[in-house]
């Protein structure tokens, strides 16, 4: 059984109350409309809306003043956020927005581990929300302009004769630490830059159990075969849709074949490599670097965030 986590991963945690019972009251929504303390959480082409101090960014919501007429069924309820009710709102991407001085519409992933945890969950969750919307217009059965239900959390097909009803969906994917004695093993894409290697990862496919995937995932990624598979820790990752499954893996073989040409190297390494920066390692909101990051601290007297040569990222993967 893997050791229980001292705190959520970045994007994960109960960073808001999603009031799921909200959804379906129409009168509850329209107060919540008309409440000047509503939050609205705007999205412009993926990018969230971020003020930058010296203190670190921050999320910028805005509240009911700075918005113009709304259209509530392009809203999407998301819940209730530190007190007051907070929907995601999309700005078309052909209007540029109308933003103060200190603001700027970034991309969540390069700056999530920046943010309060609290926001960089709610930012992930409406850009998320968003996402799934724009890619649902229409049906999948029929082609006809779906419709939006259940304050945004249902897509449902305007035809009588179809009515198919679509919900947000999410692509789970392992993520995984393979070690062997004193080792783990790290790979890297060629579409990297120079010696940035990560975690192996992988899509589930129908039909298969995560340890089954986490299995074939190293098989074809490396050739290396596992025997033991051991869960560790989920993370939201709506980079575009993901969630991240983490496990750590035991190696019943260590030899080392690149089969199917995902990868362009894979090596084992040793905390006294990692600690002397012979690879660089994800960006630590990441899932990726939670991994190793666990495994390292597990053997070693001096944690990995303060080893003084480690190197990091220094955008995401």
């Given amino acids: 059984m893997a050791a229980p986590r001292s705190h959520p991963n970045v994007l994960a945690g109960p960073y808001l109350d999603r009031a799921a019972h909200w959804r379906k009251d129409e009168q509850r929504l329209l107060a919540a409309l008309a409440d000047p303390d509503t939050l609205f959480v705007p999205v412009w082409r993926t990018q969230s809306l971020i003020v930058v101090s010296e203190e670190g960014p921050v999320a910028r919501m805005y509240d009911r003043d700075r918005l113009g007429e709304i259209d509530p069924t392009e809203l999407i309820l998301l819940g209730e956020f530190r007190g007051r009710c907070c929907f995601a709102l999309e700005i078309p991407a052909d209007r540029l927005p109308e933003i103060e001085i200190t603001e700027q519409f970034r991309d969540l992933r390069l700056l999530a581990g920046d943010l309060p945890a609290d926001e960089a969950g709610v930012l992930a969750y409406a850009r998320a929300m968003i996402l799934w919307r724009e890619r649902h217009r229409y049906c999948g059965r029929c082609g006809s302009p779906t419709l939006s239900r259940k304050a945004g959390h249902v897509r449902e097909c305007s035809s009588e004769s179809c009515g198919l009803p679509q919900f947000p969906r999410i692509d789970p994917a392992v993520i995984v630490l393979i070690t062997s004695?004193?080792?783990?093993?790290?790979?890297?894409?060629?579409?990297?830059?120079?010696?940035?290697?990560?975690?192996?990862?992988?899509?589930?496919?129908?039909?298969?159990?995560?340890?089954?995937?986490?299995?074939?995932?190293?098989?074809?990624?490396?050739?290396?075969?596992?025997?033991?598979?051991?869960?560790?820790?989920?993370?939201?990752?709506?980079?575009?849709?993901?969630?991240?499954?983490?496990?750590?893996?035991?190696?019943?073989?260590?030899?080392?074949?690149?089969?199917?040409?995902?990868?362009?190297?894979a090596r084992w390494l040793s905390r006294e490599q990692i600690a002397n920066g012979e690879v660089s390692l994800p960006t630590t909101h990441s899932i990726s670097f939670r991994l190793i990051e666990d495994w390292f601290d597990a053997g070693s007297e001096l944690p990995l965030r303060v080893q003084p040569h480690v190197r990091l990222w220094t955008a995401p993967r």
């Avoid at 890297?188 to 290697?197: D, G, I, K, N, V």
């Avoid at 074809?220 to 575009?240: A, C, K, L, M, N």
């Fill in 181 to 265: 004695g004193e080792c783990a093993l790290l790979g890297r894409q060629a579409s990297w830059l120079p010696e940035r290697y990560s975690t192996i990862a992988g899509f589930v496919e129908p039909g298969e159990s995560l340890e089954d995937a986490v299995a074939r995932e190293v098989r074809e990624e490396t050739g290396v075969i596992v025997d033991r598979v051991d869960y560790h820790s989920s993370q939201p990752w709506p980079f575009p849709t993901s969630l991240m499954l983490g496990f750590t893996a035991h190696a019943a073989t260590t030899e080392v074949h690149l089969h199917d040409a995902e990868l362009e190297d």
